[in-house]
């Protein structure tokens, strides 16, 4: 497989492979990102392959060659914990970018492909019941109707925008969404009879609307997936209605499980794991160009590989620290500019 993987860390800022995971570098000691930085969210551009953008503890940090060295994009969100990035896949001029602990949680928006960036109004309090400070978890583009952004909070609710973020409205409070921890956001277009789906995964429970956000049907984790509650991501697919799920028994977690499925979301299988991952799953991954090529990272750095489309998995052969985030992109970034790799 030739192009690079990137492996986000909590406490080892980027890890990365030229070499199909055979080998591992992490960044050199004069990036914008620490050499023992955190990172929190990595997007892959949908139109150019070797620009990276990277949520770190530095603020916004861009790369262009693939993820070799990264620079800082210069923003109010400047050392500020970024969390979340979205990229409107039909316009990537906008690109949206959410903050959290241990900074102030709040929304921000470039119209300019990240030359510069205003702060949105949703206002998030500084502290929450359950994680002490939010954090902006999840950032969706509704791939059907990019005017529509939608953003999760852990803990501060579910927020969406028709008109590219300019107002927003906050929707968990009234519409039937009974928990405020908002894990994860996915959509899947409408297709022949089949309306359009968006899933919302809260701490204990995947919802579902059919209609926009007016109405959500909603089911327990714990009653769908052998006892495991902890909901953390879902994963879109190649092909007509395919999705992934990560769920495990708490954070960090000691039983963790992966499920996918075929109709929508309707039902759930097990995917076959050929080794036990360590804590829950936190991260999930697909490969833009091949729909069989999928990553899953988890809480105490176990990644794990599928090749037949989240069937079954494979972990590699080297721990990672935490993992916070997974990407793959086609350009094959330069391995001179890491001498030192690192097993």
Known sequence: MKGTILVGTASQGFLRSVDDGASWHRLGLKEAIEFDGVVRSVVVHPQDPKTILAGADAGLC?????????????????????????????????IYAGTGAPSRAAMFRSTDAGKSWQRL?????????GVNRPRILTISIDPADPAQVWFGVEEGGLWRSSDRGSTWRRLDPECGITNSDIHCISMLPASGQHPHRTFVATVNSVFVSTDGGKGWSGKASRDRFEGLYYTRAIQPLAGDGA?????????????????????????WVPALLHAEPNSTFWSLSVHPADPNLLFAGTKYGDL???????????????????????AW???????????????
């Not at 960090?252 to 499980?257: L, N, V």
């Not at 069937?311 to 590699?316: A, G, L, P, T, V």
């Not at 350009?331 to 001498?339: L, Q, Y």
């Open 121 to 129: 109004s949703p206002e998030i309090p500084e502290f929450c019941q």
């Open 62 to 94: 861009i790369s262009i060659d693939g993820g070799a060295h990264f620079a800082r994009i210069d923003s109010p969100m400047n050392d500020q914990a970024v969390w979340s990035i979205a990229i409107d896949p039909e316009n990537p001029s906008y």
């Open 243 to 267: 999705l992934m799920l990560a769920v495990g028994d708490g954070t960090p977690g000691t039983k963790s499980r992966l499920y996918r499925s075929t109709d929508r979301g309707d039902n």
């Open 304 to 326: 794990f590989r599928s090749l037949d489309g989240g069937r079954s998995w494979f972990k590699e052969w080297r721990a990672f620290p935490e993992i916070t985030a997974v």
């Open 329 to 343: 992109t086609p350009f094959e970034a330069p391995v001179r500019a890491h001498p030192r790799s690192i097993t």
